[in-house]
């Protein structure tokens, strides 16, 4: 049972548009969440991150908002560069039998063309 | 260069053969974990530790071995008895919430 959704596998967008992933939520306990960039062969990358008590957080051309009433969180990335096209992963944190760990979802590929 | 580094970057198994893929971290970070990647999945989790010298099963552990003896070292065994062993599997480290994470092996059977 998926506790990390991310239901859009693949997200196409021009170059200097805005590029929207999205990532659902089960537990409403989750309280800190997370976002990846990973490329091919790569490991992932930390991109930018979320605590439950703001519903927003800016990073250069990042954001991340959160619908706690939803279990919804989205990552806003504009404008869109080529170089941005890469699989990006929702993760949450959990802290369970005493350890903390991620849980990650499957990923949204994005591509950004000219 | 503080980091994780994953070696080897390509592992090729034989049938019946254990391995060990090895990851090393300078960051001085208490948390290490194991996640393996099969194509369009996510992470998923096989051994975490905390400290040294403890370890925590993840949410696929079987078949998989690790230990932690040292603070920067955590490997991975990948035994006989892991029948789909091929997959990517990363390491990574943390200080916290944010996990920090290595390049990669990436496993093959023969």
């Known amino acids: 049972d998926q506790q990390v959704k991310q239901n859009s596998p693949s997200l196409s967008v021009q170059e200097g548009r805005i590029s929207i992933l999205n990532c659902d939520y089960t537990?409403?306990?989750?309280?800190?969440f997370l976002w990846y960039k990973k490329y091919p062969a790569e490991g992932p990358t930390f991109l930018i991150s979320?605590?439950?008590?703001?519903d927003k957080n800016e990073d250069g051309r990042f954001t991340v908002f959160l619908n706690k009433s939803a279990k919804h969180l989205s990552l806003h990335i504009v404008p869109s560069q080529p170089g941005d096209s890469a699989v990006y992963f929702c993760?949450?944190?959990?802290?369970?039998?005493?350890?903390?760990?991620?849980?990650f979802g499957a990923g949204t590929r994005l591509a950004v063309h000219p | 260069d503080g980091g994780i580094t994953q070696s080897p970057k390509y592992l090729f198994r034989k049938e019946g053969q254990n391995v060990t893929l090895s990851c090393e971290q300078n960051?001085?970070?208490?948390?290490m974990y194991w996640y393996r990647q099969d194509p369009g999945q996510g992470l998923r989790l096989i051994y975490y530790?905390?400290?040294?010298?403890?370890?925590q099963k993840g949410d696929i552990a079987e078949g998989y071995s690790v230990s932690r003896e040292k603070k920067e070292s955590f490997p991975l065994t990948v035994t006989s008895a892991q029948k789909n062993p091929t997959a990517f599997y990363l390491c990574?480290?943390?200080?916290?919430?944010?996990?920090?994470f290595g390049a990669g092996t990436r496993l093959s059977v023969l």
């Open positions: 993760a949450v944190y959990m802290f369970s039998g005493g350890y903390n760990k991620l849980i």
């Open positions: 530790s905390q400290i040294v010298n403890d370890f």
């Open positions: 960051l001085n970070h208490d948390a």
């Open positions: 979320i605590s439950s008590i703001k």
């Open positions: 990574a480290s943390s200080p916290g919430n944010i996990q920090y």
């Open positions: 537990n409403s306990m989750f309280d800190y």
